[in-house]
């Protein structure tokens, strides 16, 4: 499996708002990111209500 198409920043930027490490980043499946970042997003969405 190839690592994502991301450029460095944004791996650091999601390393961090997902508490892991960046190169768990840069090889975890593309339908698991998209699926933590939703989960960020509803998580965001919560708090400011």
Do not use: F, G
């Amino acid at each position: 499996m190839r690592p994502l198409q991301i450029s460095a920043e944004t791996a650091q930027k999601l390393a961090e708002s997902l508490n892991v490490p960046i190169e768990q980043i840069m090889h975890m499946p593309q339908h698991i990111l998209i699926a933590k970042l939703a989960e960020i997003e509803k998580k965001q969405a919560e708090d400011k209500e």
